[in-house]
């Protein structure tokens, strides 16, 4: 498997040659695309062929290209994932209203008790609220405990005054974290043969990426978790460096330690088989046992 982020931070010219992404910015420097889950473009001071970014997206790596701010803005993502493609399309559009449902309902149960894991790690009475949250959820989450664990997990994590509206170095930490996941979750959704605008609950006609809205879901708080450790009083090159290095903790799914990467690759396969086969017990969370 695909292992390593790529991050280019200054002018560049980068292209393709026999296997390899070569970059030049004055030194030639050659990396093996077989070794390569994510290329982040940093900035707009980078020239690139053609070529290159054929052979990325036959690869399946997720490019992702950042603004003038060093903020990232888009993806490349390829128009087929899977030689099956036409009938995973016909599958999705086929799940069922009841499977959708009970596959959000784990999710949303999960991504809350992550969150109660989070508030534990700080001796966080409002963790055992997040529990009661958890034994309250309804069949497609009808009353919102998502919402309101969110808002509780949020005050208790980082103040009372904190809001997630607000301007500020955590609410830029954690969206950059929260997109550099998405865009992980769109690539495997793709490679899947699936597509990501046709979502389980998120169903904004404005987002193309409603899928992987829903399945990121639990591992936002791998974001959270290390957005609280470093705090960052600004949001520049080494704070988005200490974030994007999530990609490569590791964490226990099915039975064995895995980078987050490899982690959301099984994690979206045993959504699409718990969706495909109408059984919830084929997914598999990840646990933060190290």
Avoid at 49 to 54: K, R
Avoid at 127 to 144: H, K, S, V, W
Wanted: with cysteine; hydrophobic share 40%.
């Amino acid at each position: 498997m695909s292992w390593r982020t790529i991050v280019i931070s200054n002018t560049a010219k980068l292209d393709y040659q026999m296997g390899y992404l070569v970059v030049r910015q004055g030194n030639v420097t050659k990396i093996h695309l077989g070794e390569i889950a994510t290329l982040l473009i940093e900035t707009t001071s980078v020239s690139l062929t053609v070529a290159l970014l054929s052979e990325l997206t036959k690869k399946k790596i997720k490019v992702i290209f950042c603004d003038e701010k060093r903020n990232p803005s888009s993806e490349l993502i390829p128009y087929y994932g899977s030689h099956d493609t036409s009938n995973k399309v016909r599958e999705q559009i086929k799940w069922s209203d009841d499977i959708k449902k009970a596959v959000w309902t784990e999710i949303v149960a999960e991504k809350i008790r992550k969150q109660a894991e989070h508030l534990d790690r700080y001796g966080k009475s409002e963790a055992e609220m997040l529990r009661t949250y958890i034994n309250e959820l309804q069949f497609g989450d009808e009353t919102n405990r998502e919402g309101h664990a969110a808002k509780v997990y949020f005050n208790a994590l980082f103040g009372v005054d904190f809001t997630r509206t607000a301007e500020n170095s955590i609410n830029a930490a954690l969206n950059y974290g929260y997109g550099i996941i998405l865009s992980a979750f769109n690539r495997e959704i793709v490679a899947n043969g699936y597509i990501t605008q046709l979502g389980l609950f998120h169903d904004n006609m404005f987002n193309q990426f409603n899928l992987g809205s829903d399945l990121m879901e639990p591992f936002r708080p791998i974001v959270d978790r290390k957005v609280k450790m470093i705090l960052p009083q600004i949001f520049e090159h080494d704070q988005k460096m200490q974030v994007l290095s999530i990609m490569q903790d590791e964490v226990k799914i099915s039975g064995r330690y895995e980078n987050v990467n490899n982690a959301i690759k099984i994690y979206c396969k045993s959504i699409f088989d718990a969706l495909s086969e109408n059984d919830i017990s084929l997914i598999k969370f990840y646990t933060n046992e190290l």
